[in-house]
C-alpha cells in the first residue's frame, strides 16, 4: 500500500500559527485561503518535516513566537514524523515504538512529490527523460532517435551527391548518329591492307606484261632462228596482254577517309558512354536517397510503436524530439491545470510508495478542471494535499492570519474533506 498522510499539525512554522489536518486518504484535500495566510507555509512545513533538512526553510520559526517551531506528521504506515525543539530535531517513530531517522522515510518519499516545483521546471529534456526512465524504454527510444538521427544525416548527404551527379550528368554533351561503342581502327587498316596485297600482285603482273614485251623484242629479233619460239612468245604476249586489260585497280580513298574521322567519332562515343555512366551513378543515389527514406519512416514507427505500447503514467503522454508531450502538445503549449496533472502523475510512478504529493496554488484549475482532477487522483487511489485561493466549498479547510478557521472558531466544526463531484 502506498504511504499516505493520516494527520499533521503544524505551530509556529513560517506564517503558521496553528493548523491541524486529516486529509482525505485519497484524493484532494484544498487548503483555501486568501492571499498570505500561511496555506503555502502549510506545504514547506510538511516538506520540511518528510524531506529532512534539505527542506528547512531559511526562516523556519514564525516571527513573533518565541516558542519554537513543532511539527507532527502521522503516516499510514504507522510512523509517526516529528520535529520539536529549539533545534527542531527530527524524531521519527516506527509503529513498534522504535526511533528511526531520515533514511526510513526516503525509502518510501518522493522528494518530488514535496516539490512538485523542482519537476515542473525541470528542463523539457529532463522531463522526457524521467518519463522514458519511468516506464523503462529510455533506452530502446534513445538507440532509435540515434539511427534516425544517423539515417537523416546520412540521407543528407546522400541527397547533396545525387543533386551534384545528376547536374553534372545534364550539363554533359551528347551526340546523336553515332555508333553506341567506339569503332576500331584495326579493322579497316585490315581492309587497307588486303588491298593494297591485292594491288601489290596486279603490279606483279603488270611487270610480267613488261617482261613478256621484253621476250617478244627479243624473239622478234631471234625470229629468224626460232619462228616457232616467237609463235608461241607471241601467244604469250597477246594472252598476258588480254589479262591485263581487265586489271582495275581498287581505290583506298575512303579508308583513307575513315581512319581520319575515326578519332573525331570516338571522342563523341567516348562522351557519350561518359554521360550514360554519369546519368546511372546519379541514379544510384537517387535510389539510396529513397531507400534512406523509407528507412527513417520505419525508425519513426517503431519509435511510435514503442512509446505507444508502454504502461504510460497518464493517457496522452509521449516524447516528440526528446521532449515529453502531453496529447501532442511540449510543455509550454499545455495549460498550467494540465502541467499539473501531468506532473503529478509522473511524479507518482517515480516511487510507488509514495501514495501523496503536495500541490500549490491549484487556483489555476477552475471547478470542473478540480473536480475531474479530484476523480482522476482517486482513481489512481493517490493522496494530493493542495493550497488554492479561495474560501469556497471545495476547500477542507481555510488558513486565516496562520490559524485553520476551525481552530480559530468558537465552535470548531469538523474540517471538509473535497470529493469529486460536489460541484
Ligand atoms: N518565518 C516567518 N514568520 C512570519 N511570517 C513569515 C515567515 N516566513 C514568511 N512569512 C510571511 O508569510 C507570508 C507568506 O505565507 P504563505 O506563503 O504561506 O502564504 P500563502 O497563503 O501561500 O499566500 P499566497 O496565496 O499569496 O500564496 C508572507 O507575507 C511572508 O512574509
Ligand atoms: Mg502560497
Redesign the pocket.
Known amino acids: 500500500m502506498p504511504v499516505t498522510i493520516n494527520t499533521f499539525e503544524l505551530e509556529n ?4 500559527k496553528a493548523v491541524a489536518l486529516e486529509p482525505s486518504p485519497t484524493g484532494l484535500t484544498i487548503i483555501g ?10 506545504l ?1 512545513a510538511l516538506s520540511w518535516a518528510l524531506g529532512g533538512e534539505k527542506y528547512r ?1 531559511s ?7 518565541v516558542i519554537p517551531p513543532s511539527l507532527k506528521v502521522t503516516l499510514s504506515n504507522g510512523i509517526v514524523v516529528e520535529r520539536k525543539g529549539k533545534n527542531s530535531a527530527l524524531k521519527v517513530t516506527d509503529p513498534n515504538g522504535n526511533k528511526s531517522g531520515q533514511q526510513l522515510l526516503n525509502s518510501f518519499i518522493e522528494t518530488l512529490a514535496l516539490d512538485l516545483p523542482q519537476f515542473m521546471n525541470a528542463t523539457p529534456k529532463e522531463k522526457a527523460n524521467i518519463l522514458l526512465r519511468i516506464i523503462g524504454v529510455g533506452d530502446k527510444l534513445y538507440e532509435l532517435e540515434h539511427r534516425e538521427q544517423e539515417l537523416y544525416n546520412k540521407r543528407h548527404t546522400i541527397g547533396q551527391i545525387a543533386d551534384q551527379k545528376t547536374k553534372f550528368a545534364a550539363e554533359m554533351e551528347h551526340f546523336e548518329g553515332v555508333p553506341e561503342i567506339p569503332v576500331s581502327a584495326s579493322q579497316l587498316i585490315a581492309q587497307q591492307q588486303e588491298i593494297l596485297a591485292r594491288n601489290g600482285e596486279n603490279q606483279r603482273m603488270r611487270q610480267h606484261k613488261e617482261q613478256c614485251d621484253r621476250e617478244l623484242e627479243q624473239a622478234r629479233q631471234a625470229l629468224d632462228e626460232a619462228k616457232r619460239r616467237f609463235a608461241q612468245a607471241q601467244a604469250n604476249a597477246a594472252t598476258a596482254a588480254k589479262s591485263a586489260e581487265d586489271l582495275v585497280d581498287e581505290s583506298t580513298a575512303e579508308l583513307e577517309q575513315n581512319i581520319a574521322g575515326i578519332e573525331t567519332l570516338n571522342a563523341k562515343i567516348r562522351a557519350n558512354l561518359d554521360k550514360a555512366k554519369a546519368e546511372e551513378k546519379a541514379k544510384e543515389y537517387s535510389d539510396q536517397y529513397a531507400a534512406l527514406t523509407a528507412e527513417i519512416e520505419e525508425t519513426c514507427k517503431a519509435k511510435y510503436e514503442l512509446l505507444h505500447g508502454a504502461d504510460l503514467p497518464l493517457e496522452g503522454l509521449s516524447v516528440e524530439d526528446g521532449e515529453l508531450t502531453f496529447n501532442d502538445q511540449k510543455w509550454d503549449n499545455m495549460s498550467g491545470s494540465q502541467q499539473l496533472r501531468v506532473a503529478t502523475a509522473i511524479v507518482r510512478r517515480l516511487n510507488p510508495e509514495c501514495g501523496f504529493v503536495l500541490l ?2 491549484l487556483e489555476q484549475m477552475d471547478t470542473q478542471t478540480l473536480a475531474d482532477f479530484g476523480a482522476w487522483l482517486e482513481a489512481e487511489g493517490l493522496q494530493a494535499i493542495a ?1 488554492r ?1 479561495s474560501d469556497g466549498d471545495e476547500c477542507s479547510i481555510i ?1 486565516e492570519d496562520g490559524y485553520s478557521v476551525t481552530q480559530k472558531s468558537e465552535s470548531p466544526a469538523e474540517p471538509k474533506t473535497w470529493k469529486a463531484g460536489e460541484f
Do not use: F, L, W
Open positions: 512554522v513560517k506564517r503558521i485561503g486568501r492571499n498570505e495566510q500561511g496555506k503555502t507555509s502549510v514547506d526553510p526562516k523556519a520559526q514564525r516571527e513573533g513566537s500549490d496554488k493550497t485561493v488558513i
